[in-house]
């Protein structure tokens, strides 16, 4: 009776396998294929291609922790090319 408002789950995240407990309504995930564990259409050799529907069916969503959702947003705002320089 000592919870807070909000249910909480214990579940291991789909990036670095740390056991984190998250709010499942709030919580980030991702869609990941068991057979490979990578989302539909990325192929274990990090290449993409179109996802069949059976991989999309047997696929989940899986709980990402904080610190990984961090790690992938500075990880894109880094891969964003600096802008083309432009001739007078
Ligand atoms: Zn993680």
Excluded: H, N
Excluded at 34 to 59: D, I, K, N
Aim: proline share 16%.
């Amino acid at each position: 009776m000592a919870d807070k408002p909000g249910k909480t789950e214990t579940g291991r995240c789909c990036a670095c396998g740390r056991t984190f407990t998250y709010d499942p309504g709030e919580v980030m995930t991702v869609l990941i294929d068991p057979q490979t564990g990578l989302p539909p259409g990325f192929s274990v050799l990090g290449t993409l291609r179109p996802a069949g529907p059976e991989a999309v069916a047997r696929s989940a969503d899986q709980p990402v922790c904080p610190a990984c959702v961090d790690r992938a947003a500075s990880l894109k705002a880094a891969d964003d090319p600096p802008p083309f320089p432009t001739w007078p």
